[in-house]
């Protein structure tokens, strides 16, 4: 059967689907109400101001344009600017979709954009970021309206989101449609929050929409957000005449920014860069071997990426702009360092060894073999699981360097509220329920094979520990 009827329910089945659909835009909208510019992070104590605040604050046609724009930018550089076509993993139907790969050149191409933009938008937009402070160079007037919109932002790509999601659960109706085999409970709500089409492809395969999203528009507008932050903080703390030593190095010899805002926008931006360069590895994750396209990724890859992984930068831009000590900021600097070094050693030891897998197939007895440089077990499936180096400590190794970046992001922020603190704790949770997924998954697909191999390689992402 092509598309089977799911029966296992995923995130608390039905109430959690629902749940799930209100609560993530509530968390997102509320991230930007509890730590905003005027009145700081909140306590924990103490709720908003509701009866005071401004609906108007949540939602601008300006916004929303904003948004169409910046996802029609990438769409557009992704189908004009030439890539590598590529296989994806085989799909249950014997079929490997192409995709093109071009986020490199599309991230180099975007940063040109948005520089000339930040240098010309007065030639065509006179009037779209007026403004009553009148010494705010124009060339920062577009980074500080993204900063001081950020809300009517994060809802206008919740809107987006939504749209998406509803326009792609109606594509997915057609007979055609090669459903995940997570998605296909045939319970609409259900269906609709987990994604069920696997490859929605509407216009054809230029636009995997899926692919698409994973790492553009919202990984790229995460790295956007931090530079528009970061531009905020300069004008902040130049209007407050905070005082900056041109001496000190703490204070990035007087650029006139906390060394903390830069630390954090640098590491950043750097694991964005990191996962453009690297997109063909995107091709082997869950999101996209296994996931359907539903509200789940639509929101969690156009809202929630960009609007609660900068939580850190909204942070240190407007409501503490925290300075940290040289001892401080190259320990965190050193986590930063360790959490990348296991996170991308990990994965090109792993995209390596499935570069080789077709010939190691051939060297072994069908169960277990091994070369010069790989240990592995080869399932019934004909799959290979790697036994050693990185992948013989822990089972997720590169979860574990993924969560110490994540952690490295949150150190700048100081130790005055917990909110900055919330994207490692999110993290750390949403790693350990992808294993325990990924664990069914590989233990359903390979049965006693995969038993074998988790008694070889006991630990799941903390060597020695878990």
């Not at 904003?66 to 590529?86: K, Q």
């Not at 007026?130 to 993204?146: E, H, R």
């Not at 050693?345 to 070369?371: M, V």
Request: charged share 15%; net charge neutral; with cysteine.
């Amino acid at each position: 059967m092509k598309n089977p009827k799911t029966t296992r329910f995923e995130f608390l089945g039905i109430p959690g689907a629902i749940s799930f659909c209100i609560l993530i835009p509530v968390i997102i909208v509320a991230i930007h109400v509890f730590c905003d510019e005027k009145v700081g992070c909140i306590p924990y104590s103490q709720l908003p101001d509701f009866e005071n605040f401004d609906i108007k604050r949540l939602f601008s046609f300006t916004a929303l344009y904003a948004i169409l724009g910046w996802y029609g930018l990438h769409i557009i550089l992704h189908i004009i600017i030439p890539g590598t076509w590529v296989d994806g993993t085989e799909l249950r139907t014997g079929e490997k979709l192409k995709y093109k790969l071009n986020a490199w050149s599309c991230l180099i191409a975007t940063i040109a954009v948005v520089t000339g933009f930040c240098f010309y938008h007065d030639t065509y937009f006179p009037q779209l970021f007026a403004t009553s402070n009148q010494s705010i160079p124009k060339q920062l007037l577009p980074l500080v309206w993204i900063a001081d919109n950020t809300l009517q932002l994060a809802v206008s790509a919740i809107i987006l989101s939504y749209t998406q999601a509803i326009l792609l659960y109606l594509y997915s109706l057609r007979e055609d449609s090669l459903l995940a085999l997570g998605g296909n409970t045939q319970i609409p709500i259900y269906d609709f929050f987990i994604g069920r089409e696997l490859n929605p492809r509407p216009f054809g395969a230029i636009l995997d929409l899926k692919y698409f999203c994973e790492l553009r528009p919202g990984l790229v507008g995460w790295a956007l957000l931090d530079v528009a932050y970061l531009a905020k903080q300069w004008v902040v703390l130049r209007d407050s005449g905070a005082a900056i030593n041109p001496n000190d190095w703490t204070t990035l010899w007087g650029l006139g920014v906390t060394n903390s805002a830069v630390l954090v926008t640098v590491c950043q931006i750097w694991y964005v860069a990191d996962a453009q360069y690297f997109e063909k590895a995107i091709l082997t994750t869950m999101d996209i071997t296994t996931d359907g396209f539903g509200l789940m990724l639509n929101i969690g890859d156009l809202a929630w990426v960009p609007f609660t992984y900068s939580l850190q930068m909204r942070y240190l831009s407007t409501v503490n702009p925290v300075q940290v000590s040289i001892p401080f900021a190259t320990l965190i600097f050193l986590v930063q360092i360790a959490g990348f070094y296991i996170f991308r050693s990990a994965n090109s030891q792993k995209d390596a060894f499935r570069n080789l897998a077709p010939s190691l197939k051939k060297k072994t007895d069908g169960k277990k073999g091994e070369n010069g440089k790989y240990t592995w077990i080869e399932t019934e499936s004909g799959s290979l699981l790697l036994t050693n180096g990185w992948w013989g400590m822990a089972r997720h190794i590169n979860y574990l360097g993924d969560w110490f970046m994540a952690v490295s992001w949150c150190l700048p922020c100081g130790f005055t509220h917990a909110l900055p603190y919330f994207y490692a704790i999110y993290f750390g949770i949403l790693l350990i329920h992808r294993e325990k997924r990924d664990d069914h998954k590989c233990h359903t697909k390979y049965g006693k094979d995969w038993e074998k191999y988790t008694k070889k390689v006991p630990y799941r992402i903390i060597p020695g520990i878990y």
